[in-house]
């Protein structure tokens, strides 16, 4: 099962942090990112909708078929087959860094009916010049599903994956008229979100323009901050 970990095999400074983690933002803001650095360096999954998605999508199931309606045009995919799709890849022991769900209170309510255990939420803030340049410059690994960007992050060889040699690829809709359109459902469903966890009590909040090794510091000391009391 992705997502879990035994205790045992917990490192870094991973035992003092909280461990189901749900990072919200608009598109653009570095939740891959961040994910991707938190499972490298202290070993919490990361799964993320849209990889699964495009995961379909590639494999030509017919979820993948049905997604791709919707994900070509920057439109959110009916909750029932994201959540068909989740459920495969998280369990209750999971630890996970959730990136791409919730995108709306419907998914939130699913989460919570399906008692999964949330200990943080952490909201990227990002303004909109920094998102539309991070997706028009990245490009992603077809193989391995590394993340770049032709300026702030270029492979050592142009179009080549560092990690494993493969071809980099521009996803379909960092086309600028699906940004836009992302953007705008982002406003309409998921932004409600952060009201929603701050009611709660477990949202925290971090300026998220910066350089990215400033926001993951920022990002492992809201994880660190109490996560110990959780624990007990
Ligand atoms: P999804 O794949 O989730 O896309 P998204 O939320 O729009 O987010 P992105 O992946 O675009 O951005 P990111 O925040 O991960 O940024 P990244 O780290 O890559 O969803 C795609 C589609 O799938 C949706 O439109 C929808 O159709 C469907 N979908 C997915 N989940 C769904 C759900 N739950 N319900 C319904 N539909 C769903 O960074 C971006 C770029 O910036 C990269 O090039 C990176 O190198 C660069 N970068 C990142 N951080 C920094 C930094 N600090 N400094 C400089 N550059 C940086």
Not at 48 to 72: H, I, N
Not at 196 to 215: P, R, S
């Amino acid at each position: 099962m992705k997502g879990l970990l035994p205790e045992e095999e917990l490192r870094g400074d991973i035992k003092e942090m909280k461990k189901r983690i749900i990072l919200l933002g608009p598109p653009g803001a570095g939740k891959g990112t961040l994910a991707e650095m938190l499972q490298e360096r202290e070993g919490i999954p990361h799964v993320s909708t849209g990889d699964l998605l495009r995961e379909e999508v590639k494999k030509g199931t017919d979820l993948g078929k049905r997604a791709l309606r919707y994900m070509e045009k920057g439109a959110l995919v009916p909750d029932k087959l994201v959540v068909q799709l989740l459920k495969k890849n998280l369990s209750q022991d999971s630890f996970f860094v959730l990136d791409g769900f919730p995108r709306n209170l419907q998914q939130a309510k699913i989460l919570e009916e399906e008692k999964m255990r949330i200990d943080a939420v952490v909201n990227l803030r990002v303004n909109d010049e920094t998102i539309i340049f991070r997706l028009s410059g990245r490009r992603i690994c077809r193989s391995c599903g590394k993340i770049y960007h032709l300026v702030n992050f270029p492979p050592k060889k142009e179009g080549i994956c560092d990690i494993c040699g493969g071809i980099l690829y521009q996803r379909e809709d960092d086309r600028e008229e699906v940004i836009k359109e992302r953007l705008k459902v982002y406003r309409e469903e998921t932004q409600d979100l952060v009201k929603f966890y701050k009611e709660k009590g477990i949202l925290e909040e971090i300026d998220a323009n910066g350089e990215a090794e400033e926001i993951y510091a920022s990002l492992v000391e809201v994880l660190k901050r109490n996560g110990k009391e959780r624990e007990n």
